[in-house]
């Protein structure tokens, strides 16, 4: 181990990135660490292993880019609604310093990216929250991204998988998060009701408002392992305990235990999976007209670009 | 704005009926002619009344959802309808007490009835889990809208409940998959729905019997994507600070009706359900049995389509690329859209 490991503090023009894990500095860029056995690994390494740890399994949180390029076939993901951004409805305390700060964060105006995609050849639109905008939580955006992108599945007859990593309804927004419940769960019935499939992939974490509505509504529940997976947070939780709870209570493994999640796939196998999933669905190949037209729009137009106008708002992919 | 919270006030009101009771006790036995001054008393108490209900907080409404002397949905059944038969059981695991239902008569029109309930003493409000449903009453409630669906009968919903039960047992069994379940049957039930929220309406375990054709609310009950503490809990980690909390977040009836998540602000009588049940129970039925008339008369087709605009509907936000006709936005800003 070279010296400077040893160092409480990082030598001059080394980012200090320290957790207080107990594990020493670490320099930026170069090496990262291991958020649950504080491990020091390569930055390299720990990008090819898709942020999951070698020594202890551990799944690190992906940003919404990092999950859309692991799963998605390359080059094939066209944004939809990439514009849209939360309003402040009820002029909430600090709701607004918040997003903002979301923004700054993730680079995302809001919490949900959809958009269509290849996975494994078959065409899909993907949905994937990004827990680092407000904990990936289900405001006005969000529900209107999710619905717009399942009305866009519904009308092209192709499936609908969903990436969760969201604390819930998102409090800032009030009844009108809430609703978000109702919202994205009705758009799922009308996928159910035309037999257009919906896969839900549950991320860490998957909670509260999110759980008790489009994430458990999957016709194929998958999970990543160990991920947190509960209806009510912790501490809510132990003061309303009369029950002693399991070691793995509210992880994926706990939830498959139980009888509401199909599977956990290790983050290595998800994209695998899925193309099986989507196999059996008979999902159409992307060389279908939709994959055409979406080619030739990422072809004129830059990411984030409006190229053709569908679907119910007059945004389809582009 | 009254210093006061609004269990305060009712002492003081209490106080005052104590004082007209007294006053008319005291002219039976002297054999006096009071009616002037009783008159009088009443007149001031009603004017008290009046004056603090004017100004009654967003918490003061938390208060008065969560009084103990409120009307529950149990009460109101009698008010509503001409039978009640209670039927129990999700055919699944158990029976919650904390979800009720059964067949029922409104006007003589056989419907479905669906409502949580709280209990009114300690033996009951264990046995109905202080109004906590659990996976089997969200299931219950499914099962008998299912029924309601098959018999094109309508279903009527009350809510009142502080949230969903977050006991290990209730996890186990997916209390989360019981409420997702809900909200996408419920929104495509090929039969009329209408909810009425009594008292709390406490997040998605409330939403979870809530996915209606019409949502009423009564004028103090509340309705919030999270209780008042765990928001001040979490968003200051000072439950103390409730009250600032239901504030921001517009938990009230006619913030709700504002932000177009209810159809109808019921009245309740002067100094809330809990002074006058029957009363507040004929505002009720007046209001359901109308709402029902007017969403009865649409085709199934038409009754699916519109209960998806409704929730469809809901959310705010700023749409760069929203055509401008396309949107009624309020004025301040033109750029946020309700789709
Ligand atoms: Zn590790």
């Known amino acids: 181990m070279p010296d400077w490991f040893r160092r409480r503090h990082a030598p001059p023009g080394v980012a200090n990135d320290s957790q207080s894990t107990g594990v020493p500095d670490v320099p930026a860029g170069v090496f990262t660490k291991c958020e649950k056995c504080g491990r020091i690994l390569l930055a390299k390494d720990f990008e090819r292993d898709l942020k999951v740890c070698p020594r202890c399994d551990h799944h690190h949180k992906l940003s919404a880019d990092e999950r859309i390029a692991h799963v998605a076939d390359p080059g094939s993901f066209q944004e939809m609604d990439a514009g849209l951004s939360s309003a402040d409805p009820l002029g909430f305390p600090d709701y607004a310093a918040k997003a903002a700060k979301g923004v700054s964060v993730s680079g995302r105006p809001d919490a949900l990216v959809t958009g269509t995609a290849g996975i494994g050849g078959y065409a899909c639109v993907l949905g994937v929250a990004d827990f680092r905008f407000m904990g990936g939580s289900m405001g006005s955006v969000f529900g209107e991204k999710f619905a717009r992108a399942a009305e866009y599945a519904l009308d092209q007859k192709i499936p609908f998988v969903v990436f969760c990593a969201s604390g819930g309804a998102r409090m800032q927004e009030g009844l009108l998060g809430l609703m978000q419940m109702a919202k994205t769960s009705a758009a799922v019935a009308q996928l159910a009701e035309a037999g257009v499939p919906y896969v839900s992939v549950l991320t860490d974490p998957t909670t509260g408002g999110a759980l008790a509505s489009f994430a458990s509504l999957g016709d194929i529940i998958l999970a990543e392992p160990e991920a947190y997976v509960a209806f009510a947070g912790t501490r809510v939780a132990q003061q309303a305990q009369t029950h002693k709870p399991p070691a793995n209570y509210q992880t994926s493994e706990f939830q498959m235990e139980h009888g509401m999640v199909d599977r956990i796939v290790p983050r290595k196998e998800l994209q695998t999976t899925l193309v099986r999933v989507l196999a059996f669905f008979g999902a159409p190949q992307q060389s279908s007209p939709l994959a055409q037209a979406a080619a030739a729009a990422n072809g004129n137009g830059e990411m984030g670009e409006p190229a053709k106008s569908v679907g119910r708002n007059g945004k389809g992919p582009h | ?339």
């Open chain 2, 1 to 339: 704005m009254p210093s006061i919270t609004v269990l305060e006030f009712e002492k003081l009101i209490d106080e005052l009926e104590g004082n007209i009771r007294k006053t008319r006790e005291i002219a039976g036995r002297e054999n006096r002619d009071v009616g002037v001054e009783i008159e009088d008393l009443e007149k001031n108490r009603d004017a008290l009344l009046r004056e603090f209900f004017d100004a009654l907080t967003p918490w003061d409404n938390v208060l008065l959802a969560r009084h103990e002397k409120r009307p529950y949905t149990l009460d109101y059944l009698p008010l509503l309808f001409d039978d009640f038969l209670p039927l129990h059981g999700d055919r699944l695991f158990d029976d919650d007490g904390a979800m009720i239902g059964g067949l029922a008569s409104l006007d003589g029109k056989p419907v479905v009835v669906i409502g949580q309930q709280k209990g009114r003493d300690l033996k009951e409000r264990a046995q109905r889990n202080y109004g906590y449903a659990r996976p089997e009453g969200y299931r219950k409630a499914l099962r008998l809208m299912k029924l309601a669906e098959r018999f094109n009968r309508p279903v009527i919903t009350f809510v009142d409940t502080p949230g969903a039960d977050a006991n290990v047992p209730s996890e186990e069994r997916g209390i989360s998959e019981a409420i997702a379940r809900n909200l996408r049957e419920m929104s495509v039930l090929r039969t009329p729905i209408v909810s009425i929220i009594i008292g709390e309406g406490g997040s998605g375990g409330a939403l979870g019997i809530a996915v209606a054709d019409r949502v009423l609310m009564l004028q103090h009950a509340v309705y919030s994507v999270i209780a008042p503490e765990g928001c001040a809990s979490i968003l200051w980690r000072d439950p103390a600070r409730k009250a600032e909390a239901a504030q921001a977040m517009q938990i009230t009836a006619r913030d709700a009706r504002a932000l177009g998540i209810i159809d109808e602000v019921l009245p309740e009588p002067l100094g809330g359900a809990h002074r006058a049940p029957e009363a507040t129970g004929e505002v009720i039925k007046e209001a359901v049995v109308r709402h029902l008339k007017e969403v009865g008369r649409l085709s199934k087709t038409r009754l699916l389509s519109s209960r998806y605009e409704k929730f469809r509907s809901l959310g705010r936000f700023i749409d760069p690329e929203a055509p401008e006709d396309s949107a009624t936005p309020p004025a301040e800003n033109p750029a946020v859209v309700s789709p």
